[in-house]
């Protein structure tokens, strides 16, 4: 069955199956993406990239050079919150990677990819293959991962589910999201060591010897220059930090949109739209986000190199418009306000009310 429906200001729980039903229209996808290749969107973009690298390097090399001069100083706290930034932007290319963004040959995005993986510590053919899965089902309930976390729920059914602590936190959730956000980058750690140790990865070897590599040349660096207690707490600022950074750039572009049940068909085009929200803003959001804030575009051209997304938004949103089709963007502000508000009201049948007062004796 295919389901279209309009998208809420403030997202939506599910897909309404009572919603009127249309065959799949490919022809519609079909004109806008010739629109894109038209207008040279899908070309890849090396100099960009190129002025990509060498700006991380060299705010690694900020960051590697303050760690060093500092020496055992909690200034370093700093140096770490520093990293946390500089982590989230390698992360980013690791991802544009994954997508083939950067150049044609996936041996050369691949070879970028485990580079800026070892460099995180994340696992890169673990995260393209559970990305990959997410792109193709974003939003659906059995099958999107991003959507499947054992202390979150992103539906009433989800929520039904839950039970014990898991369901204790999800009654409050929207209370718990940022702060569950500060271990991202820990879930990030221990998934990546879980898949390359049970060889669910391409290439095991070469994963297992990269994450080794980055967990002693981290931990031996850290413990070397600081205090025991001054380490502690480096890690856990530049760990927290940067998953926080990383939670905070994908949790508007789908969490609180509409979801997708089993047995539910959608067509690419509204499929990748209507589960879909951007987020407004200008270079700055683009740096941050690192281009994910066009999420629309992104979902519907994966391959498109990142500086041609903001390029792209406005051939899409003239698109959407023009064939009725609902395209949500909002602020940044806004679209945490409206996933808090979805956590919120996904979570109000697991919160106890409390016991009416006995008045006066």
């Known amino acids: 069955m295919t389901t279209t429906l309009p998208v809420p200001a403030s997202g939506a729980d599910t897909i309404d199956e009572a919603a009127p039903t249309a065959p799949p229209r490919s022809g519609d996808f079909a004109e806008l993406s010739a629109a894109i290749k038209q207008a040279g969107l899908l070309r890849r973009r090396r100099g960009a990239y190129i002025a990509k690298f060498a700006l991380n390097t060299a705010l690694l090399a900020v960051a590697a050079t303050a760690f060093g001069l500092l020496g055992a100083s909690w200034w370093q706290l700093l140096t770490a919150a520093f990293l946390a930034v500089v982590s989230t932007q390698l992360a980013y290319i690791g991802h544009d990677a994954g997508h083939r963004q950067i150049f044609r040959s996936k041996r050369a995005n691949d070879v970028v990819g485990h580079l800026h993986g070892a460099l995180v510590g994340m696992s890169y053919g673990a995260w393209v293959t559970k990305h990959n899965e997410h792109h193709a089902?974003?939003?659906?309930?059995?099958?999107?991962?991003?959507?499947?976390?054992?202390?979150?729920?992103?539906?009433?059914?989800?929520?039904?589910?839950?039970?014990?602590?898991?369901?204790?936190?999800?009654?409050?959730?929207?209370?718990?999201?940022?702060?569950?956000?500060?271990?991202?980058?820990?879930?990030?750690?221990?998934?990546?060591a879980?898949?390359?140790?049970?060889?669910?990865?391409?290439?095991?070897r070469l994963e297992v010897g990269l994450l080794v590599a980055h967990v002693l040349g981290y931990l031996t660096a850290v413990f070397w220059v600081l205090s025991p207690l001054q380490a502690l707490a480096f890690i856990a600022v530049h760990q927290g930090l940067w998953g926080l950074s990383m939670g905070l750039a994908f949790a508007p572009n789908h969490k609180g949109m509409p979801m997708i049940t089993a047995g539910q068909r959608i067509d690419h085009l509204h499929k990748q739209v209507l589960t879909s929200r951007?987020?407004?803003?200008?270079?700055?959001?683009?740096?941050?986000?690192?281009?994910?804030n066009y999420q629309i575009e992104h979902h519907l051209f994966p391959r498109m190199p990142r500086p041609n997304l903001r390029r792209a938004q406005p051939v899409v949103r003239a698109y959407c418009d023009a064939h009725d089709l609902g395209y949500t963007q909002t602020g940044a502000i806004r679209s945490y306000a409206q996933v808090l508000a979805h956590l919120h009201e996904v979570g109000a049948a697991l919160r106890v009310p409390a016991p009416a007062s006995s008045g006066a004796h």
Do not use: C
Not at 150 to 176: D, E, I, N
């Open 137 to 192: 089902h974003p939003n659906h309930e059995d099958v999107d991962p991003d959507i499947d976390i054992p202390v979150l729920a992103f539906s009433t059914a989800q929520a039904a589910t839950k039970t014990g602590l898991a369901a204790r936190v999800v009654a409050h959730q929207a209370l718990m999201f940022f702060p569950l956000l500060l271990l991202e980058g820990w879930n990030l750690h221990v998934a990546a």
């Open 194 to 204: 879980q898949s390359a140790g049970r060889g669910e990865v391409p290439a095991p």
């Open 278 to 292: 951007n987020v407004r803003g200008g270079r700055i959001t683009d740096y941050l986000l690192g281009g994910l």
